[in-house]
């Protein structure tokens, strides 16, 4: 019972990290599988507490065997409960907990997760292999997780199939709301939060919250908020495999589409970057048959792989004199930029604080939009005066002698070559810290080494702040040995010279920026 009584809380906190997890790989397998390749995965399984509870399982199966000395087997196991219990305190006092957002299907999964625990810890108690029962317990709690998942799949499938049935019925029922689809690699929430800003100024318009883009969030956004009502509807949707991209834009019924920039982003997901080409096919097919508008960068290069006929409905922007909305850069002074927008034989000059050029290049095609929705001038620009970007997207904030630059909403090879071109402009010392790019498979190294040769040919920066997880050790000794000293990788920012630029890139990084801005204050 003692034993039983210490197992709760290390169970509860492996338990609940695995839930959140799979959750935050949306309960799919190929996600998953995509998790388990990556260093991150090693480094989240193999530790330390891992190795010493493979240890005492090894030690305790030899002594069953052995049929000696059981009652060892229960002292190890009651030590190492003991040091687990103190491991999860020390989490538990550092905030260090991870837990998944409570939906229906997760209730259900833990109902379910729950019952089997129960069973198997009652089963465990009645055999002499009780302390083998529990170290497998500690070992693989994520095997019992996804044998719960399974037998919840069938249930899961019933009622999703249902929820985008009803999701597509009320879509076509409301086909006066004019529906827009923003998808691919990156730059997808920018887009919508720009676009949004345009459309809300005057008209009532719905758009998915945050980055919520799988078929079930839109299918229940759509149940819950949409109506007549409204006059814009703007999803931003993300799809893994090529059919699936059929089934979003059947559940919304767009006329609009905004295919942002076309990467080897998220490229372990669809194997190759044939078949993410394969699968904008089915946007260029689908658009052709229905008469849709496609707005697309004129820029990318696996879009210029594909040979465009001179469609009427698809609209390219970029900084190129081939793209039908052209944008130009005429200056940029006290960080507001000032532009050239030309489009069907029109020329527009705006002036907005937008100093990232890949700002200016999202809000092009969305003043590409906004003309075809005969918008007039004056209305865009009073919306560009007040115009703001999505939190944590270049966010950039003078604390006394030291700037900061909060870009953490999102992180690209692109976006953060951008920034250093921009902070090539400041005469102050340069301080990176910077998380790394996901779902790159087997390019990840490769990609992450080549934008660190980019930053390393900059003499500018001073300081680099790595908050990885995937190659971390590897890049470390990469950048000692040929560019940084000891004393230029740092693991914090405690002692940061005035005269400073930080810029944080990508998710980790918004820890240190939050930490940095409540110790300033």
């Known amino acids: 019972m003692i034993i039983i009584l210490l197992l709760i809380l290390p169970l509860f906190y492996k338990v609940w990290f695995w839930l959140y997890t799979i959750q935050l790989k949306e309960y799919r397998g190929d996600r998953f599988s995509e998790y388990i390749d990556t260093p991150q995965w090693k480094t989240v399984l193999y530790n330390k507490l891992l190795l010493l509870e493979s240890l005492i399982f090894l030690i305790s199966s030899i002594l069953f065997i052995a049929n000696n000395y059981i009652f060892v087997s229960y002292y190890l196991l009651l030590g190492l409960l003991v040091l687990e219990n103190f491991y999860v305190l020390f989490k538990i006092v550092k905030k260090q907990l991870f837990f998944p957002k409570i939906t229906s299907r997760m209730i259900l999964l833990i109902t379910v997760l729950t019952f089997i625990l129960i069973s198997y810890i009652y089963i465990s108690f009645t055999t ?23 037998l919840i799949l069938p249930i899961v499938l019933l009622l999703k199939r249902k929820k985008i049935k009803k999701a597509m019925y009320i879509s076509r029922r409301y086909n006066n709301v004019i529906k827009i689809w923003i998808t691919w690699s990156y730059w997808k929430s920018s887009v919508k939060e720009i676009l949004s800003s345009f459309l809300e100024f005057d008209w009532k318009t719905l758009k998915s919250p945050k980055n919520i883009n799988t078929e079930m969030w839109i299918s229940d956004l759509i149940i819950r908020k949409l109506n007549q009502k409204f006059k814009y509807f703007i999803a931003e949707m993300w799809a893994y495999k090529i059919w699936e991209i059929k089934l979003l834009w059947e559940i919304v019924d767009h006329k609009y589409w905004f295919l942002t920039w076309i990467w080897n982003q998220h490229i372990w997901l669809f194997w190759s970057q044939s078949n993410i080409i394969e699968a904008k096919k089915e946007i260029w097919d689908s658009i052709l048959k229905n008469n849709w508008v496609l707005y697309i960068n ?10 465009f006929k001179d469609w009427l409905n698809i609209v390219k922007y970029w900084f190129h004199t081939d793209s039908d909305a052209l944008v130009e850069v005429i200056d940029i002074i006290n960080w507001i930029t000032e532009f050239k927008f030309k489009y069907k034989s029109n020329s527009h000059i705006f002036k907005k604080n937008l100093i990232w050029e890949h700002n200016i290049l999202n809000l092009a095609w969305v003043l590409a939009f906004c003309f075809d929705q005969k918008f007039s001038t004056n209305q865009i620009n009073k919306v560009i005066k007040n115009l703001k970007l999505p939190d944590d997207t270049c966010e950039i904030i003078t604390h006394k002698w030291i700037r900061l630059i909060n870009n953490t909403y999102n992180l690209s090879v692109d976006s953060l070559k951008s920034w250093i071109k921009i902070l090539n402009s400041f005469d102050w010392n340069k301080i990176i810290v910077s998380d790394d790019i996901l779902e790159l498979w087997v390019n990840s190294e490769v990609v992450h080494f080549d934008l660190w040769k980019f930053i390393w040919r900059d003499p500018q920066i001073t300081k680099v702040l790595l908050c990885w997880v995937n190659y971390r050790e590897a890049f470390i000794d990469w950048l000692l040995e040929w560019w940084f000293n000891g004393d230029d990788l740092i693991d914090n920012l405690d002692k940061v010279d005035k005269n400073t630029t930080i810029l944080f890139a990508w998710r980790r990084a918004k820890k240190y920026f939050n930490d940095f801005i409540k110790n300033a204050k």
């Open 128 to 150: 002499f292999l009780f302390s083998l029962f529990v170290l497998l317990l500690l070992l693989i709690p994520y095997l019992f997780i996804f044998i719960s998942n399974l």
């Open 298 to 307: 004129n820029d990318n290069n696996y879009l210029r792989l594909t040979k």
